[in-house]
């Protein structure tokens, strides 16, 4: 499904999300390539909560960006349809061939700052990511990979503890919010 469907149907949990949704709407529908990185100011992207079957463990991936534990997901660079991105970052960044969809809905959604920073040895300017976040599930007994231009580690958190690794403050809440929401999901 096309994020911008998906969007529309999506019933915010919190003001935070409220905000969030109307914003990326309006991104959506004025600025027509905003699913393009070449938007220097904002760009959307999908993001993947992974848990195992039990819902007792999350996979994180140690960014080399951000210097952090994080999520995955990436840049939807054209595609429309978030979900797909997810998978394919979330595949990409932890070497998982099980992971699959809990559901083709969304289970959150950010407008996420990003600091400047470089990449690849260009400069990426500061600007928005109008994000769209997926739960998938996979198997914690299947071997994990590194992508070493994008992280340097992948590993299995209690979900307590994910929190916890992650170095960026201002992260911690969605994570915590996502922690909530995959078990009711």
Known sequence: M???DALKQYCPKDVQ???DKAV???CL????DVYERSNLLLHVTASAWITNEACDRVLMIYHNIY????WTGGHADGERDLLKVALKEAREETGLFSVRPASERLLSIETLTVNPHMKRGKFVPAHLHL???YLLIADDSEPLRIKADENSAVKWFLPDEA???CSEPWMRPVY???NERMISF
């Open 29 to 32: 529908e004025h600025y027509a």
């Open 176 to 178: 915590q919010r996502l």
């Open 131 to 133: 994000n769209g976040t």
């Open 67 to 70: 210097d952090s534990w994080a």
């Open 17 to 19: 999300e409220q905000t």
């Open 163 to 165: 929190i916890k690794a």
């Open 24 to 26: 990326i709407l309006h």
């Open 2 to 4: 096309e994020f911008y």
